[in-house]
């Protein structure tokens, strides 16, 4: 049977011949969902990519302040969200939310591929303009499917604040879509004389 996410942790942690072997474990475990969650974030691969390998840096200095309380997998995505906003700001970028665009939207219906794209892109863009606390949760509920405990954990808040995240989320992200659906400069008909 293999060892547990927090049996790696503890091996890691606790040195010896075996911590680099545990360390490589957690990183191959991990590294595709890290890389998505940066991913998303960003929408851009380069940043992505120097995200997650900030976050397995996190892990590989600070892995012993891992305490157990909650799953080892919410403890580093945790790391993996802050690495992403700690880039954006050293960046000077907003994150894009979404990258694969599609993925942010139901599947596209076959009669209609073109307005599910447009509608993927009008989500991201909504996205990336909700705050950090609230996209967080609304990425990891309905992006990442997450329940509201989960995401209370990931994030390190109570669930009712989740709920209230995820709420006034979607409400902005209505707001802001029909905002992007209403024409911009109505047309008047033509009047007949």
């Known amino acids: 049977m293999a060892p547990s996410d927090e049996?790696?942790?503890a091996a890691y942690v606790a040195g010896g011949t075996g911590s680099a072997a545990a360390f490589d474990e957690l990183v191959?475990?991990?590294e595709r969902r890290v890389y998505g969650i940066c991913y998303r974030y960003f929408g851009d691969p380069?940043?992505?990519e120097d995200a997650a390998q900030e976050t397995f840096?996190?892990?590989?200095r600070r892995a012993g302040t891992f305490r157990g309380t909650a799953r080892f997998s919410t403890w580093l995505y945790r790391v993996a969200t802050n690495a992403c906003n700690d880039l954006a700001r050293r960046r000077g970028r907003r994150p894009a939310v979404g990258g694969d665009l599609d993925a942010l939207a139901a599947e596209p219906a076959l009669d209609d591929p073109i307005g599910a794209r447009e509608l993927s892109a009008d989500l991201?863009?909504?996205l990336a303009d909700l705050d950090d606390d609230t996209r967080d949760a609304v990425v990891l509920h309905d992006v990442g499917g997450l329940p509201?405990?989960?995401v209370a954990a990931r994030?390190?808040?109570p669930v009712g604040t989740v709920k209230s995240r995820i709420h006034r989320g979607h409400a902005?992200?209505?707001?802001a879509l029909r905002a992007l659906a209403e024409p911009a400069d109505p047309i008047d008909p033509p009047t007949l004389r």
């Open 7 to 9: 049996e790696l942790v």
């Open 28 to 30: 191959t475990r991990y």
């Open 46 to 48: 380069a940043d992505a």
């Open 57 to 60: 840096v996190v892990l590989l």
């Open 124 to 126: 991201a863009r909504a």
């Open 148 to 150: 509201y405990a989960d």
């Open 155 to 157: 994030l390190g808040v």
């Open 172 to 175: 902005r992200l209505a707001a």
